[in-house]
């Protein structure tokens, strides 16, 4: 015969109030916008019209469970010092009769909905599940202020089944409703325990117990940013970890699970690393997760690079405001101690950085080609200084040594692996097509001295559809002239045989 478990009121459960120093950067990501749970926000004025819906839930809650409401009135009063004592602060404007009302009403509320949302015995005209009201609900039953104690739920569930074949746990009710956040798709177990439904999301968030690394008290060193990692070299792909926290650096590829950024994200992140300044300060992993990416985007640059790799999806419609909701999140939180891979990851990603070749090329971009006009001026000022090379050097080989020099045909690698090392825009496709067109073919026949690109130009300059692209190829043509000028010297009678075909970049 299967017995079920006496509930116990937890001597652990602790439910808190967000401190000052974190309310203050978004004093709405800890307040209900909706319902009210528990005595923190009880009276608040804004609240008051769920009132109604939370005592008709409470009415067919008693009705279908068949239980004596003097008895459950009764069972609440045996538990009022114990659920009083979750609080960390003292509840005193609430007498014994309003504070036990309000327990019993709140919690007859939360099974009523969790029962009516796991068998759909709800109707389309209940206020309480139609949209936005039913996500809304379903948010403010997370915050860390807006909380009961587990075990009191549990104890009004047990008497809500007098018989063991209409018996679901609690706690797998829990999973049903709230599964939207379970990421890592964890199983409830008769061993799992939770304080309160913050807690639960927290659980659903870090990594299982035991996958946590250990942790070391000291700070993560000073991270560069996520586009001076990119222009030294580092890449960015999308992790495959149901953990969002589980980040891996291997051979110059840095690995991040995608992180969904939605309205509910700040909110959701925000009371959960209030929970653990509050109630796990020694393994605060959620905190560790966005104290890394806090490090790793400084500005509107970092996110459109980290969006471009799907590894942030901004739903928020935005980039600065990701940045700033990002940067913002870690503003007031305190550090007891930090997970080890986490510190040796910030020293591997900067080792790479600070590596000299690394750090020259992450210079090269950032001076050279960090906008398409810097790009356009120094692909120009490389081909004007290979042609002034070319000019130089000319006279002084023999003539003999060029039946077939493939002149261009180096210009043209010259540029390719320019535009490997760079990701150019597509606003400078009128550099590669100059690079590429058969205007670069000339001189095919014996006594032909002149490249006469001037048509050539004058045609990708007409075809070009924006203003950007087409000030480019102005201004490569500005430069054409002085190659012009140096074939008119080339003797007439070499065999001058030019590869045209560089599309390939």
Not at 47 to 57: D, S, T
Not at 302 to 327: F, P, Q, R, S, Y
Request: hydrophobic content about 40%; charged content about 25%.
């Amino acid at each position: 015969m299967v017995e079920r478990p006496e509930i116990e009121p937890s001597k652990q459960c602790r439910i808190y109030k967000v401190p000052h120093p974190l309310r203050k950067w978004n004093e709405e990501a800890y307040t209900p916008q909706v319902v009210s749970i528990g005595p923190f926000h009880h009276q608040n004025e804004r609240l008051k019209a769920m009132e109604e819906h939370k005592e008709r839930y409470f009415r067919s809650f008693v009705k279908r469970s068949a239980i004596n409401l003097e008895y459950l009135v009764g069972t609440i009063r045996e538990m009022e010092e114990s659920i009083r004592g979750c609080y960390e602060e003292t509840i005193y404007n609430l007498d014994s009769d309003r504070f036990v009302k309000m327990i019993l009403v709140d919690a007859s509320f939360i099974l009523e909905l969790f029962f009516r949302f796991r068998s759909g015995r709800w109707t389309r005209d209940d206020p309480i599940f139609v949209q936005p009201r039913y996500n809304a609900v379903r948010l403010d039953l997370l915050l860390l202020e807006n909380q009961l104690p587990f075990f009191v739920i549990e104890k009004l569930h047990h008497l809500a089944f007098p018989s063991l074949s209409d018996y679901v746990g609690l706690l797998e009710l829990s999973f049903d409703y709230f599964g939207y956040y379970n990421i890592q798709s964890i199983q409830a177990h008769p061993n799992f325990e939770i304080e309160h439904f913050t807690d639960l999301l927290r659980t659903f968030q870090v990594p299982p117990p035991e996958k946590q690394p250990k942790r070391l008290h000291q700070m993560m060193k000073h991270l560069y940013s996520a586009t001076q990692l990119h222009e030294a070299g580092v890449k960015f792909e999308v992790g495959t970890s149901k953990c969002d926290f589980d980040i891996k650096f291997e051979k110059g590829v840095l690995k991040i699970p995608s992180l969904e950024l939605m309205d509910r994200t700040e909110v959701i992140t925000r009371n959960i690393m209030a929970l653990e300044q509050t109630r796990y300060l020694e393994n605060a992993y959620f905190t560790d997760y966005f104290d890394f990416m806090d490090s790793l985007i400084n500005a509107k640059e970092d996110v459109d690079l980290l969006c471009d790799k799907e590894i942030l999806v901004n739903c928020l419609g935005d980039n600065n405001a990701a940045t700033l909701m990002i940067n913002n999140l870690n503003k007031g939180i305190a550090y007891a101690a930090v997970r080890y891979d986490y510190i040796e990851l910030c020293k591997e990603l900067n080792s790479f950085y600070e590596n000299p070749w690394h750090k020259r090329k992450a210079t090269l971009k950032r001076e050279y080609f960090s906008t398409p006009w810097r790009t356009a001026s120094t692909v120009a000022a490389i081909i004007l200084l290979f042609l002034t090379f070319i000019q130089t050097i000319f006279p002084v080989i023999p003539a003999a040594e060029f039946q077939t020099p493939y002149i261009l045909f180096e210009l043209g690698r010259v540029l390719a692996f320019t535009a490997e090392q760079v990701s150019l825009p597509n606003s400078v496709t009128a550099v590669e097509a100059i690079a590429a067109s058969r205007a670069v073919t000339f001189a095919k026949e014996i006594g032909l001295n002149s490249i006469a690109l001037d048509g050539d130009l004058a045609a990708i300059i007409d075809s070009l559809k924006n203003d950007e692209g087409n000030s480019i190829a102005h201004h490569i043509a500005r430069h054409v002239s002085n190659f012009e000028m140096w074939m008119e010297d080339i003797p007439s009678h070499l065999n001058v045989v030019i590869l045209a075909d560089l599309a390939s970049f």
